[in-house]
C-alpha cells in the first residue's frame, strides 16, 4: 500500500484542526464540558495514508483513544480502514515498551466515529462491524472493530447539532455549496464563492472562512468535484453489475441494484433509464422494500 501525495485535505478537516472546535465536538459527542482545549491531546498521524484514505483526526482525552473521520461518500469498508490506523497509532504509542514484559502494557481505549454527509439517505445513527466483512461469520469474531455513523447533514441528529455549533454551521455551509452546485446557470467556482459570501453575511462559520476563504474555495472545488466523480462510478458500477446479472438472469441482483441505487438519492426516471424497466415497477419495487 503506497502513500497517496495527493491527498487533498476537506473542510470539515481544516474545522476541526483547531483544538477549540476540535474540543467542542467531542464534548457535545460525549455529553462532556470541558474548558481547556490543552486536555486534548493530538495525535493525528499525518503520514498514515493508505490506497488514497487518510486519517482525519486522533486524539487522546480521558485515556481514550478517538479516531474521527468525515465522509461524503458511503463507505461501509471504514471498520478495516480505521484497523490500519488504529494499527499505527498503538505502535506509535508503545513504540518506548517493550511488548515481552511480564507487567501488562496500557493503551488507551479505541472509540471508532465517522461523520457522514454524502448525498445518500442514511439513517441519523448508524453502525459498521468489521466482521461483516469475513467471509465465514461467526457470532463471536475473535477480531471485531466497530465504527459508529452519524448523519452530519443539515436537518439530522437534531440534539447533536444543538450542542455542537460548529458542527451545525459545517452542515449549513455544506448545504448551500450543493444548492448553488445545482443551478445549471451557475458554474461551480461561482457556487462556491457565493456559498462562502452568504455564510460570512449571515454569521455561518464567518470567522473561520473569513480567516481561510481562497483555501476553502478551493479545497470545496475538489470536494464537490470529487463527489460527483464517485457519484458516475458508482452508477457505473451499477450499470456493469446489472448488465451481468441480467445476463445470469439474477432478477434478486437486479432488485439490490436498483434498491441500493434509490439509496443513493437517484430518482426513479434515472433508474428507469439505466435498468430499462418502467417506472411503475421500479417504484413497486422500491415499495415493497421500504414497507
Same mark, same amino acid.
Given at each position: *500500500?503506497?502513500?497517496?501525495?495527493?491527498?487533498?485535505?476537506?473542510?470539515?478537516?481544516?474545522? !476541526?484542526?483547531?483544538?477549540?472546535?476540535? %474540543? $467542542?465536538?467531542?464534548?457535545? *459527542?460525549?455529553?462532556?464540558? !470541558?474548558?481547556?482545549?490543552? =486536555?486534548?491531546?493530538?495525535?493525528?498521524?499525518?503520514?498514515?495514508?493508505?490506497?488514497?484514505?487518510?486519517?482525519?483526526?486522533?486524539?487522546?482525552?480521558?485515556?481514550?483513544?478517538?479516531?474521527?473521520?468525515?465522509?461524503?461518500?458511503?463507505?461501509?469498508?471504514? +471498520?478495516?480502514?480505521?484497523?490500519?490506523?488504529?494499527?499505527?497509532?498503538?505502535?506509535?504509542?508503545?513504540?518506548?515498551? /517493550?511488548?515481552?514484559? /511480564?507487567?501488562?502494557?496500557?493503551? +488507551?481505549?479505541?472509540?471508532?466515529?465517522?461523520?457522514?454527509?454524502?448525498?445518500?439517505?442514511?439513517?441519523?445513527?448508524?453502525?459498521?462491524?468489521? $466482521?461483516?466483512?469475513?467471509?465465514? +461469520?461467526?457470532?463471536? +469474531?475473535?477480531?471485531?472493530?466497530?465504527?459508529? *455513523?452519524?448523519?452530519?447533514?443539515?436537518?439530522?441528529?437534531? =440534539?447533536?447539532?444543538?450542542?455542537?455549533?460548529? %458542527?451545525?454551521?459545517?452542515? #449549513?455551509?455544506?448545504?448551500?455549496?450543493?444548492?448553488?452546485?445545482?443551478?445549471?446557470?451557475?458554474?461551480?467556482? =461561482?457556487?462556491?464563492?457565493?456559498?462562502?459570501?452568504?455564510?460570512?453575511?449571515?454569521?455561518?462559520?464567518?470567522?473561520?472562512?473569513?480567516?481561510?476563504?481562497?483555501?476553502?474555495?478551493?479545497?470545496?472545488?475538489?470536494?464537490?468535484?470529487?463527489?460527483?466523480?464517485?457519484?458516475?462510478?458508482?452508477?457505473?458500477?451499477?450499470?456493469?453489475?446489472?448488465?451481468?446479472?441480467? =445476463?445470469?438472469?439474477?432478477?434478486?441482483?437486479?432488485?439490490?441494484?436498483?434498491?441500493?441505487?434509490?439509496?443513493?438519492?437517484?430518482?426513479?426516471?434515472?433508474? $428507469?433509464?439505466?435498468?430499462?424497466?418502467?417506472? /411503475?415497477?421500479? #417504484?413497486?419495487?422500491?415499495?415493497?422494500?421500504?414497507?
Amino acid at each position: *500500500m503506497k502513500a497517496n501525495v495527493k491527498y487533498k485535505d476537506t473542510i470539515f478537516r481544516m474545522l !476541526y484542526r483547531e483544538k477549540e472546535n476540535l %474540543l $467542542s465536538l467531542y464534548n457535545a *459527542m460525549n455529553g462532556k464540558d !470541558y474548558k481547556n482545549p490543552e =486536555e486534548l491531546q493530538v495525535v493525528t498521524l499525518e503520514n498514515a495514508i493508505y490506497m488514497g484514505m487518510k486519517n482525519d483526526l486522533a486524539f487522546i482525552i480521558d485515556m481514550n483513544l478517538y479516531l474521527y473521520e468525515h465522509q461524503s461518500t458511503y463507505n461501509p469498508n471504514i +471498520p478495516l480502514r480505521n484497523l490500519f490506523y488504529i494499527a499505527d497509532e498503538y505502535q506509535k504509542l508503545v513504540v518506548q515498551k /517493550s511488548l515481552y514484559s /511480564s507487567a501488562i502494557q496500557k493503551i +488507551p481505549t479505541p472509540r471508532f466515529v465517522v461523520f457522514y454527509n454524502g448525498t445518500r439517505k442514511v439513517e441519523d445513527r448508524s453502525e459498521f462491524r468489521l $466482521s461483516s466483512a469475513y467471509e465465514n +461469520p461467526t457470532e463471536d +469474531p475473535d477480531l471485531e472493530l466497530r465504527v459508529t *455513523m452519524f448523519n452530519v447533514n443539515e436537518g439530522h441528529n437534531k =440534539e447533536l447539532m444543538e450542542h455542537c455549533q460548529t %458542527l451545525r454551521e459545517y452542515a #449549513q455551509y455544506v448545504a448551500r455549496v450543493r444548492k448553488y452546485a445545482s443551478i445549471e446557470e451557475m458554474s461551480l467556482d =461561482e457556487a462556491v464563492e457565493r456559498a462562502v459570501d452568504e455564510c460570512i453575511e449571515e454569521g455561518i462559520l464567518a470567522e473561520f472562512l473569513q480567516q481561510n476563504k481562497a483555501e476553502v474555495v478551493r479545497v470545496s472545488i475538489y470536494e464537490y468535484d470529487k463527489e460527483k466523480e464517485e457519484k458516475k462510478l458508482r452508477q457505473a458500477e451499477y450499470e456493469a453489475g446489472f448488465e451481468s446479472g441480467k =445476463e445470469a438472469g439474477f432478477e434478486s441482483g437486479r432488485k439490490d441494484v436498483i434498491i441500493s441505487m434509490h439509496r443513493e438519492g437517484m430518482d426513479i426516471e434515472q433508474i $428507469s433509464r439505466i435498468v430499462g424497466l418502467g417506472i /411503475s415497477e421500479i #417504484q413497486k419495487m422500491i415499495e415493497n422494500e421500504v414497507g
